[in-house]
């Protein structure tokens, strides 16, 4: 029994290594959206396809059904070193809470051209400086005020600081610091491409959803009051900034659209909102 055991675990050890040696296929029977949301990693199976688009996450998401135990837990990691103020902004977010499905949670995925970067100590960079300059060009499309905070210590995620950004948008209740995006990105990663990421080369430095902890995510908090900064517009003009290699996942009620969380899941990709909708046969 213990050497059919064992036999098992290598075939299915194996099997696995096998499919994380090559990219993808694109499933004709899948949006594109879930095809780039399984090519990054998130592959958990409460992601799926629905007729429209709404009924496409297994499980509901309200904030009011957390596991408040969880949420005590979740003060060590990886937030724990920031005080006053910021603390109270990161309080029972999606990032401090990181669930351990990658569809649960906000992410970016990347697959950064292989000729872009000498290695993947230089791809970390530029991935930094390409969201760096997202950020820049989507606060000025919207005509808010960004600023990067680079005299506040941050937690590290993998080695890597937390990058932080204030926002100051009077019509959106944005003041005082109750506005804040925050990102990281994880080591890249040397990898093959899929053939259907727009811009994409063979290989590439690629950052993706399915570690537990270490995954790269960019989020925007608004506290003290009811959420009315768009969101879902601002992460568009992010997305749109951004080059067509990279894509950014949200999960149900994460995204505020039109004054009111989106209850379903959504993927950006150059600046579109993609739905996980069946696709028409």
């Not at 990693?41 to 992601?47: E, K, V």
């Not at 989507?138 to 941050?154: F, G, Q």
């Not at 491409?193 to 994409?200: A, E, K, M, R, S």
Request: aromatic share 8%; proline share 7%.
């Amino acid at each position: 029994m213990i050497k059919l055991k064992t036999i098992s675990f290598v075939v299915i050890t194996a099997a696995l290594a096998g499919c994380a040696a090559t990219p993808r296929h694109y499933d004709d029977e899948s949006s594109r959206a879930l095809n780039l949301a399984r090519a990054g990693g998130i592959y958990d199976q409460d992601l799926r396809d629905s007729p429209d688009g709404t009924r496409s996450y297994r499980k509901g998401l309200l904030m009011s059904a957390l596991n408040l135990a969880s949420l005590a837990t979740s003060l060590d990691a990886p937030l724990r070193h920031l005080s006053g103020t910021q603390t109270l902004l990161f309080n029972a977010t999606d990032i401090m809470m990181s669930p351990d499905k990658p569809s649960a949670r906000p992410s970016l995925m990347g697959w950064m051209p292989e000729s872009l970067a000498a290695n993947e100590d230089a791809a970390y960079d530029r991935y930094v400086a390409i969201v760096d300059e997202a950020i820049t060009q989507a606060a000025e499309s919207l005509a808010i005020t960004a600023t990067k905070l680079t005299d506040v210590k941050t937690p590290e995620i993998e080695g890597h600081p937390l990058m932080l950004w204030s926002v100051k948008a009077e019509r959106y209740g944005c003041s005082d610091d109750n506005c804040i995006i925050a990102y990281n990105i994880q080591q890249p990663n040397h990898w093959k491409t899929p053939d259907y990421v727009i811009g994409g080369e063979a290989a590439s430095h690629n950052i993706t959803a399915n570690h537990p902890k270490e995954y790269s995510r960019l989020i925007f908090r608004q506290s003290g009051q009811e959420p009315a900064f768009p969101s879902g517009e601002f992460y568009g003009a992010v997305s749109a900034a951004m080059p067509s290699w990279m894509v950014m996942y949200f999960p149900p009620n994460t995204v505020i659209q039109d004054g009111e969380p989106v209850p379903y899941p959504v993927l950006y990709e150059q600046g579109n909102q993609l739905l996980f909708k069946e696709p028409q046969s």
